[in-house]
């Protein structure tokens, strides 16, 4: 048998299945489905608004071991997270208290509930290495996993176009209405590449390569963004904000303003907060445009910048930010790094710096002998990591 010890040195797909052998005492080896989490390089707080981002998947993932049942059962359980999950596959699907993870496999259950195929339940044992409420996508990773055992245990192939329809609605059930960012991310990035996602109806993706001498150094905050809990709140303020400032000065949508470059429009806002929030898109739009541009021409420099200006950005205009991810930034940006922002919604978890294989290490190091000096929480592989450019879980 093995050592818990033993266990850690496999792969997160590989943990799942031993966990679920063990637990379920299964005679039939589990399929497994993986779903990476992602760090959002560019083109915060403006998804919901259809306008273009550039995320892109990362190595670290959440896999669920399952093996259908011959009835409507759902169970789950889980390595990390505590209790077990229990209920039929029969709508409706009510939540549990927040924060309850069985809520995201409810979730699955309720964003396919339309699909009448859908028959039978399943068991499933679940593993991560993904860091939750990081700003890394843990939540749509999760509710991914779950949709996706629960799709191939009753036969359903469902098109990407559909997934990205239906998830960020099933996704309210567990917390925040967020953009579909997230969940195109997870499911349809590729290794090596960006995912430049520019327009989301109908989707239309650009996979943009990443030069190999790049690399993507992610820094927690160790500060929890829990977009179940208080974040969620703030995250809707700031999208209300937004939108009032569209309305009142009567365009219908974000793309409307960018394609017809009329910025000075915000002068009109006499509401502070509503000018800024209505700056912040219009001008991050802008930048994910011109970072797609650098990373075409492999220019770091200009990349970097507009990652640091972004950050300048959330922090100033839709106040986004906190003093431990403006220190991190900082930080990283004086050790040499080309540049840096919050990634995700912010409030909490992390930061992702751009640098170079030559100056990463001395990058890394600063963080780790300022930042994380004297934090017993603070754990190397999980809150200070280079993310690969990696596949999403359909690819
Ligand atoms: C969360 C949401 C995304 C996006 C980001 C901010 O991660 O789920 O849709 O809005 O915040 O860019």
């Given at each position: 048998?093995?050592?818990?010890?033993?266990?850690?040195?496999?792969?997160?797909?590989?943990?799942?299945?031993?966990?679920?052998?063990?637990?379920?005492?299964?005679?039939?080896?589990?399929?497994?489905?993986?779903?990476?989490?992602?760090?959002?390089?560019?083109g915060?707080?403006?998804?919901y608004?259809g306008?273009?981002?550039?995320?892109?998947?990362?190595?670290?993932?959440?896999?669920?071991?399952?093996?259908?049942r011959?009835?409507?059962?759902?169970?789950?359980?889980s390595s990390?997270?505590?209790?077990?999950?229990?209920?039929?596959?029969?709508?409706?699907?009510?939540a549990?208290?927040a924060?309850?993870?069985?809520?995201?496999?409810?979730?699955?259950?309720?964003?396919?509930?339309?699909y009448?195929?859908?028959?039978?339940?399943?068991?499933?044992?679940?593993?991560?290495?993904?860091?939750?409420a990081?700003?890394?996508s843990?939540?749509?990773?999760?509710?991914i996993?779950f949709?996706l055992?629960?799709?191939?245990?009753?036969?359903?192939?469902?098109?990407?176009?559909?997934?990205?329809?239906l998830?960020?609605?099933?996704?309210?059930f567990?917390?925040?209405?967020?953009?579909?960012?997230?969940?195109?991310?997870v499911?349809?990035?590729r290794?090596?590449?960006a995912?430049?996602?520019?327009?989301?109806?109908?989707?239309?993706?650009?996979?943009?390569p990443?030069?190999q001498?790049?690399?993507?150094?992610?820094?927690?905050?160790?500060?929890?963004?829990?977009?179940?809990?208080?974040v969620?709140a703030?995250?809707?303020?700031?999208?209300?904000?937004?939108?009032?400032?569209?309305?009142?000065?009567g365009?219908?949508?974000?793309?409307?303003?960018?394609?017809?470059?009329?910025?000075?429009?915000?002068?009109m806002?006499?509401?502070?907060?509503?000018?800024?929030a209505?700056l912040h898109?219009?001008?991050?739009?802008?930048?994910?445009e011109?970072?797609a541009?650098?990373?075409?021409?492999?220019?770091i420099?200009?990349?970097?910048?507009l990652?640091?200006?972004?950050?300048v950005?959330?922090?100033?205009r839709?106040?986004?930010?906190?003093?431990e991810?403006?220190?991190l930034v900082?930080?990283?940006?004086?050790?040499?790094?080309?540049?840096a922002?919050l990634?995700?919604?912010?409030?909490g978890?992390?930061?992702?710096?751009?640098?170079?294989?030559a100056?990463?290490?001395?990058?890394?190091?600063?963080?780790?002998?300022?930042?994380?000096?004297?934090?017993?929480?603070?754990?190397?592989?999980t809150?200070?990591?280079?993310?690969?450019?990696?596949?999403?879980?359909?690819?």
């Open positions: 048998m093995q050592t818990h010890e033993s266990l850690s040195q496999l792969s997160v797909s590989e943990q799942a299945i031993t966990h679920f052998e063990r637990f379920f005492d299964a005679a039939k080896r589990p399929f497994v489905v993986a779903a990476p989490g992602r760090v959002n390089l560019i915060e707080h403006i998804d608004h306008l273009p981002v550039m995320p892109m998947a990362i190595q670290k993932h959440i896999a669920v071991a399952f093996l259908p011959k009835d409507r059962l759902i169970r789950a359980k990390q997270m505590v209790g077990a999950v229990e209920f039929p596959l029969t709508p409706p699907f009510l549990c208290e924060g309850n993870w069985g809520n995201y496999v409810r979730a699955a259950a309720q964003t396919f509930a339309s009448d195929t859908l028959r039978t339940g399943f068991d499933a044992y679940v593993a991560s290495d993904l860091p939750s990081a700003g890394l843990s939540s749509s990773a999760l509710l996993a949709s055992a629960l799709l191939q245990a009753n036969d359903v192939q469902p098109t990407l176009n559909e997934l990205t329809a998830l960020p609605n099933g996704e309210q567990v917390g925040t209405r967020g953009g579909a960012m997230d969940h195109i991310a499911l349809a990035s290794a090596g590449f995912t430049l996602i520019r327009s989301f109806s109908p989707l239309e993706i650009e996979y943009v990443i030069p001498e790049w690399r993507f150094l992610v820094a927690h905050s160790l500060v929890i963004a829990e977009k179940s809990g208080a969620r703030q995250y809707n303020s700031r999208r209300e904000a937004r939108r009032r400032a569209l309305q009142k000065l365009f219908e949508s974000y793309a409307q303003v960018v394609d017809r470059v009329v910025y000075s429009n915000a002068s806002l006499s509401d502070e907060a509503e000018r800024d209505f898109v219009t001008s991050e739009a802008r930048r994910v011109h970072a541009d650098a990373l075409r021409n492999r220019d420099t200009g990349f970097g910048r990652l640091y200006e972004s950050h950005s959330l922090r100033d839709l106040q986004v930010s906190l003093p991810l403006d220190l900082n930080t990283a940006m004086d050790a040499g790094a080309t540049g922002r990634t995700g919604a912010g409030f978890g992390c930061v992702v710096c751009v640098c170079t294989a100056n990463i290490e001395q990058v890394r190091r600063r963080l780790f002998q300022t930042y994380f000096a004297g934090k017993p929480e603070f754990d190397p592989d809150h200070l990591f280079v993310a690969q450019a990696s596949a999403g879980a359909l690819m």
